[in-house]
């Protein structure tokens, strides 16, 4: 791709961390994964955007949650940079949170096998997501993303999160084998 040519997202993150809140539960406990998802932009120039990230991803019942912290650096021409923020038609979910979850996908993973408690699915910010497989099933709630008249600054993207707006959309729950 040109595009890949021509832009870097380089991630810092500053928090990772995965907490089991129920003992008596399992990895093939059956649940929601609900996601919250707050960007702030802390600085542009002409080829470059930082935004802070956050992104907690919980479960109904309240068996395990998710959460990475860190900064994004967007380096690129400015169309290239704006594709990255842009939200596609058939989602409401921006690029550059897509870039950050497939990249951090590896390590939620791992530690959720460790901890033995459900793993959200790799698909889980596609509207939507079924699968035939039960470990490959995620019920997942897409975010809703917010924009501001700042453009990027302020996005925030939720599912019963800060503004309450979002409204769940079903898919297949993740069950037991």
Same mark, same amino acid.
């Given at each position: ?18 907490? $089991? ?53 967007? $380096? ?47 698909l ?7 699968s ?7 019920? %997942? ?5 917010e ?14 999160g ?8 079903? %898919? ?6």
């Amino acid at each position: 791709m040109s595009e890949r040519d021509s832009l870097s997202i380089q991630l810092n993150l500053r928090t990772l961390s995965v907490d $089991k809140l129920d003992e008596n539960t399992n990895r093939n406990t059956p649940v929601t994964f609900r996601v919250n998802v707050k960007f702030d932009e802390t600085s542009r120039k002409v080829e470059e955007t930082t935004v802070e990230f956050g992104i907690t991803v919980s479960t109904e019942p309240s068996i395990a949650r998710f959460g990475v912290e860190g900064l994004a650096v967007v $380096k690129g021409k400015a169309g290239d940079i704006e594709r990255v923020f842009a939200t596609p038609p058939d989602s409401k979910v921006p690029n550059l949170l897509f870039e950050i979850y497939d990249r951090l996908y590896t390590a939620v993973y791992v530690t959720s096998s460790i901890l033995d408690v459900p793993c959200p699915s790799p698909l889980l910010l596609k509207s939507g997501v079924q699968s035939e497989k039960p470990m490959e099933a995620a019920q %997942a709630e897409t975010p809703m993303v917010e924009r501001g008249a700042a453009g990027v600054a302020g996005m925030k993207a939720g599912v019963a999160g800060a503004s309450g707006a979002a409204s769940p959309e079903s %898919a297949t729950p993740q069950g037991s084998q």
